[in-house]
DNA sequence: CTCTGTGCAAAAGATTTGCAAGGTG
DNA sequence: CACCTTGCAAATCTTTTGCACAGAG
């Protein structure tokens, strides 16, 4: 069930989304996206984040805790601070994972990739360190 | 809130867990440790497990839809079926993943990684050929 | 106009928790 | 016998859904 409509509330949710790199979740979307279009219910935004992930535009992180949401789709890992919880982007050259595993698995059809590490993040491992 | 006492729960629980390579959730673990403990609640399985996983002993999957646990905890890929929602072990060679993050992103503490695939697992991918 | 998308509220699902009773070391 | 662990049920949290109305194309 893709969206086929740009509504008001589809063009919002999108921007908040595109404006942070904090991969936040359906709460603080829904609460920024108030901001622009007060009249908005959480229901819309679960929809709208449902449609934009199938759609490919979003990447939704699964934490344990709330689903995370990601407006940059570019395969990059993710760090899950086990401090305080958040999700932070890592650099790291990814060496054709999904290659590799398809060439070394027969059988499945392998059509994404997810490399997440658990850790503190910057200000977590600061705070260890000063302690 | 390690536990230090070795009850028939826990050790019913740790024994399917270990009796299988299905990555069940806790509603399937509490199905099957009833049969040899009637009288435990899934309050006591959800227990057991997050204490379980704090030791070290399990890992949890987070998939999007209930958690699933895991008593192999060598680090080893899985295929996330998008099509039956089976989790399934792969085999692939990590190259230091953890060690070249690590490397590569100072002011981060790394602790542990996670590789995860999404597609079809290899009933669906046959199934999907066979169509 | 038509049919998709929205708001609201209730429902569903998963997991956590308070408390009194039970069982391990 | 002390105190950790359990069972039960209620509570919490996240996400989904039914329905009537609104609004995009």
């Known amino acids: 069930m ?23 979740d359906a709460a603080w979307i829904y609460q920024e996206v108030k901001k622009k279009v007060p009249s908005i219910s959480l229901g819309t935004v679960y929809r709208t984040l449902d449609a934009l992930v199938k759609e490919g ?4 992180l699964h934490t344990g805790g709330a689903t995370r949401y990601d407006a940059f789709t570019d395969p990059h890992p993710h760090l899950f601070c086990t401090s305080c919880g958040a999700v932070v982007d890592l650099t790291l050259e990814l060496p054709h994972l999904l290659e590799k595993a398809q060439a070394q698995n027969p ?25």
């Open 2 to 24: 893709p969206m086929r409509r740009m509504t008001r509330q589809r063009k919002a949710v999108l921007e908040v989304l595109q404006s942070t790199r904090s991969h936040p």
């Open 57 to 60: 535009r979003v990447l939704a």
């Open 107 to 131: 059988g499945v059809e392998i059509t994404g990739v997810r490399l997440t590490f658990e850790g503190l993040c910057p200000r977590c491992a600061a705070q260890s360190l000063a302690s």
